[in-house]
């Protein structure tokens, strides 16, 4: 159901289809691309009553992109339940990254000046983010990150020209930085639960991690834990066996660990058959899928990820298990969960229908600092938290505020059972921190006791 | 120029015995020719939303022939012609991230071709001596040690992230189609020029029968050498392009043996050793994989598309669909080409 | 961390592993010298196929069918596709690697990019000198030598097998003294490509199984059967463990970051050095 291509009918009653799914390739109507009529279909500038169009970027191969833009379409649907944005009919113009920047900048390129969405969500690698700020700090049109944790995504462009980048905003996840400090704290949480007082700090060799090996390990030993190792290991890393020994070896009690780009697979069934004497923490990107316990045959097991809208087991606010059981009722293919970066694109639209709403105008050429104040003034119940955003005089403006009762960062774990399992087959996902609304008490792995 | 008796089991790619083209092409070929010419470089008008996928065509015209004036010509079929562009672009990407983003481009476009040009020699000199899958192999493993050498060095190459500090040429689409026409027209006319020339003749001997060409007194190495950095000027102007093109330099769309293995059927899907047959099947087959086949079976399963079109293009026609198609036009004329 | 003891089994675990990759693609190369760029494909068909096929059947079944379904994929590919242009060797290089591409992307379709672990036949592991060995690794190791003494005995004792070996010296000299050469090419690629079948469920256990797992394991398929030799099992042995040790070095004593670095520089080495291989015998027509 959620391959690609076919025009989907709405949930209505008058049947008729209310949104068209447009590949990123233009144009709506396959005839028309062959003839370069697109013209006729991109609809009136912006002021009239034709439909609203926004865009979403995610890599649709990988489970994270597919989440999303299922996300996206799931948004699109309750939008014109409500009405619309501004009353007119929103629709949705997919694109597929494929992981690649320049793909990326091509997909911008055609929403934009072939298109005329009035508003771009995405994406989920920094990389790609970062490959396309330029093109779209240029083009004005309003750009709600909704999976790239970069911290150079707001400091180094919204902060350092403010004027061309105003327009680009980061809704989720919180940024790498901030995830670092809060990794930090989660390490003193399982001090306190079980007594742990030894990390390796073991990561991927890539940008976003950067702050893990910078922040994390300081804010270990800040609050009197020992940091025992200190890695940073190569994305193509295939066997595991020798970062573990090393773990092993220095004596911790859990690896606190950042992957996104290692899939973890075989680094959990190494450790797992291995029984290795230490936990598996962190944030493992993979692990936010729902199907990653049948893809490890359940070899994640205990292993705890950080991740936006812990999974939809949690609720993080009254809008998150509402949502997440809305995507699953609709989605029967991998995957069955939204996935952090699910939660943030459909907060994303709701922020932006708010701001243009608010404005009265989508038309970004000639509102934009309108609509640019009335973004920044954001207060919004999402479905990852309560969101608002730091302002332009901020070290990270137009960045998503972290806190207790803003925008957390919650921990899930992977256990063999729970209450409301919401997911299917083996394997279970809770939610155990922070404690204001988790659903489960941390496990250990048995072979450490 | 072939000599029946020493032509060995293995039918050569470029099989055909005369020069592709004549002084004159007869009125039906000249009439597809101009057709075509006239069309593209009016794209802009009657077909605004293909812009932006024919500028970046444009671009792999420039890679392609770079590609068919060596490979093409002499049969040392080089699998590593992403790794001379790609040397380019990071020299570019480098330049610009590690020393000063704003650095000029009248700078950085020079040393990234010269570096560009280096680095082709640096594996041909050693690589020339080899045979056929040899030469191939070598080839194809200096793309693999550069993009592991990308990674490694992460620290000034930003490894898979990729390098966004170049600048990029016009957020316009049709300007961007006129930066990027004018540069493939002018090195496609002087490949051409050069594959008419003397030189293009030698080479292409060397691609029938290297042996014979070398009895006849003719220094293939140094032809060879000198078909290299006719290749390599282009090739590496075509990666500093392409940084400009996207403003963002990664592995994925500059390096990566993927794509050394796309201008290779490219420029076989079009006839080896024609320059204008690679040229017309890199604009085909790009329009083909990023908008047709795109907009009727999305971005993924398209792909299979693509790539079975292609399998089917060289099975059956091993010489080039688009050189057939000339030849087909020159027979009708009665003219032989 | 650098205890010699460590290095030797590790290196033995995954020259062990590399062997299973590398035997098949030689097979194809030594007897035809056809460059198969499709290897890759086969191992990761191997991979997907167990995965599949071991949610309906217990493991040892469907590793068997693993191994018959790619040897007879590969039988289907020379069969349809190769001899028509083997004679050509870049069409037949370009051709194999589309078809990989293809084979990538029907996967990627059916499965997505996620990475898979394949459940293995024996769980659990054991501490050893230092390190933790899994018991499928040790399992592979086994079965790795259990098979090239299978493909000893097949090659010098019975009747197909000799003639393989026959016509991978010289196929004019096969001809005359009668080998049907078509029969004999017929059951090298299915040989090739089951022995490639093998290794993908191995890989895919112990390393991950996606759609892209194949260029790798090309990869290190082409650099061992070059390094060792083109026509010579032996040499693909030697070469198989070479680079496991020089990889497993190279982690251990500079960094996993370089780690196919090496195998490469002796690989362009070899080329320019003695491009038949420490073990090949120049290619007789």
Redesign the interface.
């Known amino acids: 159901m959620s391959s690609?291509?076919n025009t989907r009918t709405s949930r209505d009653d008058s049947g008729s289809n209310r949104r068209s799914f447009l590949?990123?390739?233009?144009?709506g109507v396959?005839s028309t691309?062959?003839?370069?009529l697109?013209?006729c279909l991109g609809g009136d500038g912006g002021g009239g009553g034709g439909p609203i169009k926004i865009g979403h970027l995610a890599p649709?191969?990988h489970d994270m992109g597919a989440g999303s833009m299922n996300s996206a379409r799931l948004l699109v649907d309750h939008l014109n339940e409500d009405g619309g944005i501004l009353d007119r009919e929103v629709q949705l113009v997919e694109g597929?990254t494929?992981?690649?920047?320049?793909?990326a900048?091509?997909l911008v390129?055609?929403m934009v000046?072939?298109e005329d969405v009035k508003m771009i969500s995405g994406t989920f690698a920094?990389?790609t983010m970062?490959?396309i700020?330029?093109?779209v700090g240029?083009?004005n049109v309003p750009f709600i990150d909704t999976g790239s944790a970069s911290p150079q995504i707001t400091q180094n462009f919204v902060g350092e020209d403010y004027e061309t980048y105003k327009n680009v905003f980061r809704c989720n996840p919180v940024n790498a930085d901030f995830q670092a400090d809060l990794l930090a704290d989660y390490a003193e949480y399982l001090s306190d639960t079980h007594g742990w007082n030894s990390f390796a700090v073991v990561v991927e060799?890539?940008?976003w991690t950067k702050p893990m090996s910078e922040r994390t390990t300081a804010g270990v030993q800040d609050k009197g834990l020992e940091l025992a190792l200190d890695r940073r290991i190569?994305?193509?890393t295939t066997d595991f066996t020798p970062i573990l020994d090393e773990i092993e070896e220095s004596g911790a009690d859990a690896q606190l660990k950042a992957i996104s780009?290692i899939p973890g697979t075989s680094m959990l069934a190494t450790w797992g058959e291995n029984e290795y004497p230490f936990a598996q923490e962190g944030i493992n990107v993979a692990s936010m899928s729902p199907q990653y316990w049948a893809d490890t045959n359940g070899g994640c097991l205990y292993e705890t990820t950080a991740e936006s809208g812990a999974g939809g087991t949690a609720p993080v606010t009254d809008k998150t298990v509402p949502f997440a059981e809305d995507y699953q009722a609709e989605f029967s293919e991998r995957p069955t969960l939204p996935m952090y970066m699910g939660f943030g694109t459909y907060d994303a639209g709701y922020i932006f229908k708010e701001a243009v709403e608010a404005v009265g105008s989508a038309d970004y050429e000639n509102d934009l600092d309108d609509i640019v104040a009335e973004l920044e003034a954001t207060d919004y119940t999402g479905t990852a938290g309560q969101i608002q955003f730091y302002g332009p005089d901020h070290d990270y403006p137009h960045d998503v505020k972290h806190g207790d009762d803003l925008a957390p960062f919650p921990v899930t774990q992977w256990q063999e059972e729970a209450e409301n399992d919401m997911i299917e087959g083996d394997g279970a996902k809770v939610c155990v921190w922070p404690e204001a609304f988790s659903t489960a008490d941390h496990q250990m792995p048995p072979w450490m006791a | 120029m072939s000599n029946p008796a020493t032509a060995d089991?293995?039918?050569s790619?470029a099989g055909f015995a005369v020069p592709l083209f004549d002084a004159t092409a007869n009125r039906y070929q000249l009439a597809v020719l101009v057709v075509a010419i006239l069309g593209l470089v009016t794209i802009p008008v009657?077909?605004?939303?293909?812009t932006?996928?024919f500028a970046?065509a444009n671009i792999w015209v420039i890679f392609v022939v770079s590609w068919d004036i060596i490979s093409g010509h002499t049969?040392y079929?080089s699998f590593g012609h992403s790794f001379i562009s790609g040397i380019a672009a990071y020299t570019t990407a480098l330049l610009t991230f590690n020393i000063d983003p704003e650095m000029a481009m009248y700078i950085t476009l020079p040393l990234s071709v010269i570096m560009a040009v280096v680095a082709a020699l640096v594996f041909a000199l050693?690589a020339l001596?080899?045979s056929?899958?040899?030469f191939?192999?070598?080839t194809f493993?200096s793309v693999?040690?550069a993009t592991?050498?990308v990674?490694?060095f992460?620290q000034y190459t930003?490894?898979?992230?990729?390098i966004?500090t170049v600048s990029?040429l016009t957020?316009d689409?049709t300007t961007m189609f006129y930066y990027t026409l004018i540069p493939a027209a002018v090195v496609t006319g002087l490949l051409l020029y050069i594959s008419r020339s003397d030189v293009g003749m030698v080479l292409k001997a060397i691609g029938q029968n290297e042996v014979a060409v070398e009895a006849a007194g003719l220094d293939t190495t140094r032809f060879k050498i000198w078909g290299f950095v006719y290749s390599a000027i282009p090739m590496g102007f075509g990666g500093a392009l392409l940084a400009h093109f996207?403003?963002?330099v990664?592995p994925?769309?500059f390096l990566i043996?993927?794509r050394s293995?796309e201008m290779?059927?490219i420029a076989?899907v079009g006839g080896m050793g024609t320059i204008l047959g690679p040229a017309g099947a890199a604009y085909i087959l790009i329009y083909l994989r990023?908008?047709?086949f795109?907009?009727?079976?999305?971005?993924?399963?398209r792909?299979?598309a693509v790539?079975?079109v292609?399998?089917i293009l060289?099975?059956y026609s091993?010489q080039g669909i688009l050189k057939r198609f000339w030849t087909f036009l020159g027979d009708l004329g009665g003219d032989s080409a | 961390m650098v205890d010699p003891v460590t290095i030797l089994v590790t290196g033995g675990m995954i020259g062990s592993v590399y062997v299973l990759i590398a035997i098949g693609f030689s097979l194809i190369y030594g007897v035809r010298g056809v460059?198969n760029l499709s290897h890759g494909a086969f191992i990761m068909l191997g991979a997907f196929t167990y995965l599949v096929v071991s949610q309906y059947v217990p493991g040892l079944a469907a590793f068997a069918v693993a191994i018959l379904a790619v040897g007879a994929f590969s039988l289907l590919l020379y069969l349809g596709?190769v001899r028509?242009?083997e004679?050509?060797?870049?069409?037949t290089?370009?051709?194999t690697?589309?078809?990989a591409?293809?084979v990538q992307?029907?996967l990627?379709?059916r499965f997505s990019l996620a990475p898979r672990s394949l459940q293995p036949i024996i769980s659990g592991g054991i501490p050893v000198a230092g390190t933790r060995i899994r018991y499928y690794q040790l399992i592979a190791f086994a079965l790795s030598w259990v098979a090239l003494g299978l493909l000893y005995l097949f090659v010098r004792r019975t009747r197909l097998g000799r003639n393989i070996l026959a016509t991978s010296m010289t196929e004019k000299g096969a001809k005359l003294t009668g080998t049907n050469v078509f029969y004999v090419n017929a059951a090298t690629w299915f040989v090739g490509g089951a022995f490639a079948g093998f290794a993908g469920v191995f890989i895919g256990t112990l390393q991950s199984t996606s759609p892209l797992m194949w260029?790798e394991a090309l990869?290190l398929a082409?650099i061992i059967v070059?390094i060792g030799g083109v026509g010579s099992i032996k040499g693909s042995i030697i070469a198989a463990y070479l680079i496991g040790y020089l990889e497993t070095l190279t982690v251990n004593l500079i960094g996993a970051?370089?780690r196919?670095?090496f195998a490469?520089?002796l690989?362009?080495a070899i080329?320019?050095v003695k491009?038949e291989g420490l073990f090949g015998r120049e290619f007789i027509?």
């Not at chain 2, 009657?46 to 293909?50: E, G």
């Open positions: 690609d291509n590949k990123a390739a233009g144009v396959a691309a062959a003839f370069g697109s013209g649709v191969q597929d494929q992981f690649s920047p320049s793909q900048n091509q390129q055609e000046n072939e920094s990389e970062l490959g700020e330029e093109r240029n083009l060799d890539a940008e190569s994305p193509d780009h | 089991a293995e039918e790619p009657w077909a605004p939303s293909l932006y996928v970046f049969n079929i050693p001596r080899l056929g899958p040899y191939s192999l070598l493993v693999l040690v592991k050498a990674y490694i992460s930003n490894g898979e992230m990729g966004s990029v957020f689409n996207f403003g963002n990664e994925i769309a043996v993927d293995i290779i059927a076989a990023d908008d047709l795109r907009t009727f079976l999305g971005p993924n399963a792909w299979v790539w079975s292609i399998l060289l099975v091993p | 460059i596709l028509y242009i004679s050509n060797v870049v069409i290089f370009l051709a690697v589309v078809v591409l293809i992307e029907l990627v379709l260029v990869g082409f070059t970051e370089w196919g670095m490469l520089l690989l362009v080329i320019i491009p027509e």
